[in-house]
């Protein structure tokens, strides 16, 4: 096959994958099996590799994602992206339609439509061709995520058909369906990382990846319910809407013309009712003018179209007994109220329980032991109680009262002037405590010991195996086995990765120190501050507070948490056990020792920034390190250069300019590691 034999036969391939790929993601109706489908993706593949001068950005093949975006670029919206005024019942209705029609001068026809919960995106196609997919950002300018929407399926690359305009743009919803979501989360909670709250935080959360591979990995999808342009080739938004479905575009099918608020409602009511039965979050209904010239009329306010309105359905609400309320005490003591609940359905599953945050909310709610409680789901994944039937109260019910002693350890309990919770001040022998530290301390972000689960961790520390975190490096299998549910041979997995996570480095064993208010960036910072723990526990306050990210609550906790003698005992033990308690900097010197020319950037912190040519991030991250450099992800004064890549962020520059920090582009780069 010569080379324009191989530029048809490819155009070919891209025209049926595209057809199917919207036949499978947006008509939901696939026309080929799974194994032909990869056929034509292989021999595409293949052929876009054998001529790379033929590989263009709105191939099928380029949907998997490609490297890693630095940062996203802002650009400007071309029509500002505005929200929508709310309509919270029927009147306010009544009233929006007498606007309009007043404006129109005789009855109106409106388009009603789902409002999608997730992230709105707008999308620029120029030439039948995605060109560029904006967030919404503050309305005005917006973050390019364009190589995250090419990841998404149901999102045309390409458009075909009839009145397609050369420059629109179309906006949507980019959505988590709710089975993807609850196996996203499912994957999370197992390998250690915080769940999402809901399916829209999800999405956005993963639009805003830098990386567009695991962007694909999460399967989102996208609704679109507006088109844009000069060109508009109908008179409707309708007609619009249905144009842009035959062009490729997810609509939803079950947009309705009505013709008066009797009919919207009904529309409303209908899907207020169903909306457990779509795989998706709705938050209620968008009610548009249909015709575009009166959309024009209308016009808009600062923040809001006039022809437009949201109606929001009220977040779902039932009402269940209250059967008692516990106290659960977490690593760092605080003490959190959690209500009990007679099991009932709410909005797609069984409530059990409920968050009551702090004290001062039982008071609020007035809650006693027995009522009939609303409970809601908000944006949390733990549903809340946001009132009492007081009509269903029985006199002789028991006021909820906050517990004085701590459920675990009977100490008195504390609350600190202007702080909501409650804490147990019995740091170093109240039980949750300890095994929370343990927990924290093995967690994946901190030393990432596999295999040791919270039961283990409480069942070794019940038995009296550990009693803190450094106990864990002095265990042998044989101590593990006879635990409930141990084999050898994951015993001897356990111990072996203890073993490992000595070579955890420094910056993540301070994080794993579990300091109250010292997270992972925090534990960063103090690492590339103090070159060891020494250094650290002998640091006073202003030294610590002279540091930019350091304020004075946590340097207070640093210097409380250094003043304990267990603790100290501790990172003695560690030391000891060979932990990173400081900063790796051997192969740096050995390698200024020799004269070689690995060190030529010894002792210098560096900011990776924008996108390289000859080198991916990770190689240069590994080049920095092995020339004895510190490779640091956020700006401080501290920063000896930034290595400039090409689309580097407007703010970042700016930082560095007003921090004095010099930029070496990828061409000085290499010259001074002497590779150019
Ligand atoms: S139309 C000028 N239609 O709701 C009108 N918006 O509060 C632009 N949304 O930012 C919006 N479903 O993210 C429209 N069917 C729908 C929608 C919808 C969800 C979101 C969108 C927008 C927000 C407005």
Redesign the pocket.
């Known amino acids: 096959m010569d080379r324009t034999e191989a530029s048809e036969r490819i155009e070919r391939l891209r025209r049926e994958i595209e057809t199917h790929n919207h036949s499978y993601y947006v008509l939901s109706k696939p026309l080929i099996s799974d194994s032909e489908f990869d056929q034509l993706m292989n021999e595409l593949e293949a052929l876009e590799k054998k001529y790379p001068d033929l590989l263009t950005p709105d191939s099928p093949t380029q949907r998997v994602g490609s490297d890693l975006t630095p940062e996203f670029i802002q650009y400007e919206h071309k029509y500002p992206?505005?929200?929508?005024g709310?309509i919270y019942n029927e009147e306010e209705l009544k009233a929006f339609c007498n606007r309009i029609e007043k404006i129109a001068g005789g009855p109106v026809e409106y388009v009603c439509?789902?409002?999608?919960?997730?992230?709105?995106?707008s999308l620029n196609y120029r030439n039948n061709s995605l060109f560029m997919a904006l967030t919404?950002g503050d309305g005005k300018t917006g973050d390019d995520v364009t190589r995250n929407i090419r990841t998404i399926k149901s999102i045309p690359l390409r458009v075909s058909g009839d009145n397609i305009p050369a420059d629109f743009v179309i906006?949507?919803?980019v959505l988590m369906s709710r089975p993807v979501f609850d196996r996203l989360n499912r994957e999370r909670i197992q390998a250690g990382l915080p769940a999402f709250a809901n399916p829209r935080n999800a999405a956005s959360g993963t639009l805003k990846l830098l990386d567009p591979k695991i962007v694909a990995s999460r399967r989102l999808d996208c609704?679109f319910?507006?088109l844009l342009g000069e060109d508009s080739p109908w008179e409707t938004h309708y007609q619009n809407l249905k144009q842009a479905a035959e062009w490729g575009f997810k609509i939803?099918e079950g947009?309705r013309i009505c013709r008066n608020s009797d009919e919207i409602m009904d529309f409303v009511k209908k899907w207020d009712e169903s909306r457990n039965d779509l795989t998706y979050d709705?938050?209620?209904i968008?009610i548009?003018v249909n015709s575009l010239a009166l959309q024009q009329k209308a016009g808009?306010t600062a923040k809001?179209?006039r022809w437009?309105g949201?109606f929001k359905f009220r977040a779902e609400q039932v009402t269940t007994r209250l059967l008692s309320v516990s106290f659960q005490v977490g690593r760092t003591g605080a003490v959190t109220p959690v209500a009990n609940l007679e099991p009932v359905f709410l909005a797609g599953s069984t409530v059990r329980r409920a968050s009551l945050h702090n004290a001062d909310q039982i008071e609020i709610l007035d809650l006693y032991i027995n009522d009939m409680v609303y409970v809601e789901k908000g944006g949390e994944i733990i549903p809340k109680i946001t009132g009492v039937d007081l009509s269903e109260r029985d006199k002789n019910n028991i006021k909820v009262t906050f517990i004085t002693n701590c459920p675990e350890c009977g100490t008195t309990l504390t609350r600190n002037e202007g702080e909501a919770n409650h804490f147990c001040p019995n740091y170093l022998h109240c039980p949750p405590q300890i095994t929370g530290r343990i927990e924290h301390f093995i967690s994946r972000r901190a030393m990432a010991v596999e295999g040791l689960g919270e039961e283990t961790v409480e069942l070794l520390f019940n038995r009296g195996l550990i009693r803190n975190f450094a106990d864990l490096y002095e265990l042998n299998a044989g101590q593990l086995v006879p635990l409930e549910r141990l084999g050898e041979k994951s015993a001897q997995n356990i111990i072996n990765s203890i073993r490992e996570s000595v070579g955890v480095p420094y910056h993540r064993v301070i994080f794993a120190l579990g300091i109250r208010h010292v997270g992972e960036t925090t534990a960063r910072t103090i690492a590339r501050n103090f070159r060891n723990i020494d250094e650290l526990m002998n640091a006073d306050f202003e030294t610590l507070t002279g540091i930019r990210e350091i304020g004075p609550r946590i340097a207070s906790s640093i210097i409380s948490y250094f003043r304990d003698d267990e603790n100290i005992d501790i990172i003695q033990r560690l030391k000891l056990f060979g932990l990173n308690l400081q900063e790796e900097e051997q192969e740096a010197r050995e390698g200024t020792q020799t004269g070689t020319k690995e060190a030529v950037l010894d002792g210098k912190s560096i900011v990776i920034s924008g996108v390289f040519r000859r080198h991916s991030r990770e190689e240069y991250r590994e080049i920095i390190e092995k020339s004895g450099g510190k490779n640091v992800t956020s700006l401080s004064s501290n920063t000896s250069f930034i290595l400039a890549g090409e689309k580097m962020g407007p703010s970042k520059r700016e930082k560095a300019e007003s921090l004095g920090i010099p930029l070496i582009s990828e061409k000085e780069f290499l010259e001074l590691i002497g590779e150019e």
Not at 81 to 84: A, G, Q
Not at 116 to 121: A, L, M, N, Q, R
Request: charged share 25%; glycine share 10%; aromatic share 16%.
């Open positions: 992206m505005l929200s929508l709310n439509e789902l409002k999608f919960d997730g992230v709105s995106i919404r906006r949507g919803e609704m319910y507006f939803f947009i709705i938050d209620g968008v548009k808009f809001s179209p437009a949201a």
